[in-house]
C-alpha cells in the first residue's frame, strides 16, 4: 500500500508530500489542483510502463509541465531560472519507495526531439522513507547500480541506459534487479479511471462480444462481459446489493445474442427490461462504477477522477457504498470536486468504520497545498540526488 505520495515542481504542485491510506478522498475547489495530482500519478504508472518521457512530450514538454511560479516561495520570478531544472515524483510504501527526476536534455542539434525530457536519476527503496541504507538500486545518468543480498554493489547498467528510458522498464530482471522488477510490476497493477464513456456512440450502449472480464476497460466498451464475469467468479450479492440500493426494484441482466453481450435494466412497473442504449448517461454512469469497483481482480492501487459526473445527487450515497466497499480489498484514490460524494463517502465510512483520509486541496499563491498542513505535519521524505 502507498502510504505517501510526493510532487514536485509538476504544474501547480511545487512542493506537495501527502500521506495516504486504504481509502482517500481528494477534493477542493475548481483550479486548486486535483486534476494535477491525479495526472501526476498517472505520469508516476507511465514510467513503469516506459511512457512517462513521451507523455510529458504530449504535455508540450518541461516547459509546459514544469511549476511557473518562482523557485522559492515568497521570491519573484527571474528571468532565468538560476537552479537546475527539475520534476520529480515518488511515492513510499510498506515494501517499497520509488522516485524519479526528470530534467531538460542535454543540447543536441542532430535530434529534433528537444521536448522529449530526459532521466536525471532514479532511486528504489525498501520502506516508505528514503535512507542510504534503504536503497536497493539507484540510477543517476546511464549508470544503474543494484545491492546485492549481501549488502555490496553490483552495476546492472554502466552507460548503454538511453537518458529517455526508466530503469522500471529497462532493467526489471528477476535475476539482475529483483526490486527493480518488483516495484515495476507493483505500479503496473494499478487501475486508473477517468471520464468512461456513456454518449449516445458509447460502446457499452451496445452489444460487444463477450468474453471473461475480470477487469472493465477504460472506456467501459466491455460492461456487459464485466458484469457477467462478477456474476460467474465474483461478488455477485454486492453488485445485487448494489443496483438495488441504486434503482429499488430493478435487477441488472446481462442478454447473449449469439456470443454478444448488452447490460439490461429491469425495472419495478416495466413490461420489458431497458437496453443499454436506452438507460441515461447516469443510470449507465453508475452501472460502469460498480462494475470497475467490484472487479473479482483488484488491483494494488484504484484512482479513480471525478465518479460523481452525469450522477444524479441522489445516487452519491449508493456510489459512496461502492467505493468503501471496494477499500476493503484495494487501495482507493477518489478525486470528486463534489462536496455532496465526499461527505457520502465519509458517512458510509464512519457507519463501517473504515479508515478514510481527506485530503482538501488549496491554493497558495498559484502553488497547490494541503489545507491546514504545516510543514511539520508533512510525512518524512527525501528525494534521490542527481
Given amino acids: 500500500m502507498i502510504s505517501t505520495l510526493a510532487v514536485e515542481n509538476y504544474r ?21 489542483g486535483k486534476s494535477n495530482l491525479y495526472r501526476a500519478l498517472r505520469l508516476l504508472a507511465d514510467a513503469a510502463r516506459g511512457g512517462a518521457v513521451a507523455a510529458l512530450a504530449r504535455e508540450g514538454g518541461l516547459p509546459s509541465a514544469l511549476w511557473a511560479g518562482p523557485e522559492k516561495a ?26 524519479v527526476d526528470f530534467g531538460y536534455p542535454v543540447a543536441d542539434q542532430s535530434s529534433m526531439f528537444m521536448l522529449d525530457p ?33 549488502g555490496g554493489w553490483h552495476q546492472a547498467a554502466h552507460g548503454e541506459l538511453r537518458p529517455y528510458d526508466s530503469m522500471l522498464s529497462e ?16 505500479i503496473r497493477s494499478w487501475r ?27 472506456d467501459g466498451s466491455d460492461l456487459a462481459a464485466a458484469v457477467q464475469t462478477i456474476r460467474e467468479i465474483g461478488d455477485h450479492e454486492a453488485l445485487d446489493r448494489a443496483v ?9 441482466e446481462v442478454a447473449n445474442y449469439e456470443g454478444r453481450f448488452e447490460v439490461r435494466l429491469r425495472q419495478h412497473g416495466l413490461l420489458r427490461p431497458l437496453g443499454a442504449a436506452e438507460l441515461s448517461d447516469g443510470t449507465l454512469r453508475y452501472l460502469l462504477w ?17 465518479p460523481e459526473t452525469s450522477l444524479h445527487p441522489d445516487l452519491l450515497p449508493a456510489l459512496a457504498e461502492l467505493v468503501v466497499t471496494a477499500s476493503t480489498r484495494t487501495q482507493v484514490l477518489v478525486v470528486t ?21 481527506t485530503i482538501e486541496l488549496v491554493k497558495d499563491v498559484g502553488a497547490t497545498e494541503v489545507e491546514d498542513q504545516g510543514i511539520l505535519d508533512r510525512p518524512s521524505w527525501h528525494w534521490p540526488k542527481r
Fill in 12 to 32: 501547480s504542485l511545487r512542493t506537495l508530500v501527502v500521506a495516504l491510506g486504504r481509502l482517500n478522498v481528494v477534493t477542493g475547489a475548481n483550479g486548486v
Fill in 74 to 99: 515568497g521570491r519573484a520570478q527571474p528571468t532565468v531560472r538560476s537552479g537546475p531544472v527539475s520534476l520529480r515524483l515518488g511515492f513510499g510504501g510498506d515494501d517499497f519507495g520509488y522516485a
Fill in 118 to 150: 530526459e532521466i536525471k536519476c532514479e532511486a528504489v527503496w525498501s520502506g516508505p522513507v528514503l535512507r542510504p541504507a534503504a536503497v536497493l538500486s539507484e540510477r543517476t545518468g546511464p549508470v544503474v547500480r543494484v545491492r546485492d543480498a549481501d
Fill in 171 to 186: 532493467l526489471a530482471d528477476p535475476q539482475r534487479a529483483p526490486d527493480i522488477l518488483a516495484v515495476r510490476e507493483h
Fill in 192 to 218: 486508473f479511471y477517468d471520464h468512461v464513456r456513456t454518449d449516445a456512440q458509447a460502446p457499452a450502449r451496445w452489444p460487444q462480444v463477450g468474453t471473461r472480464t475480470p477487469v472493465l476497460s477504460s
Fill in 244 to 252: 438495488e440500493s441504486a434503482f429499488p426494484g430493478s435487477r441488472l
Fill in 290 to 306: 460498480a462494475a470497475a469497483l467490484l472487479t473479482p481482480r483488484p488491483p494494488r492501487l484504484l484512482v479513480l477522477n471525478e
Fill in 337 to 357: 470536486h463534489a462536496r455532496p460524494l465526499a461527505d457520502a463517502i465519509t458517512k458510509q465510512a464512519e457507519h463501517t468504520g473504515t479508515d478514510l483520509r
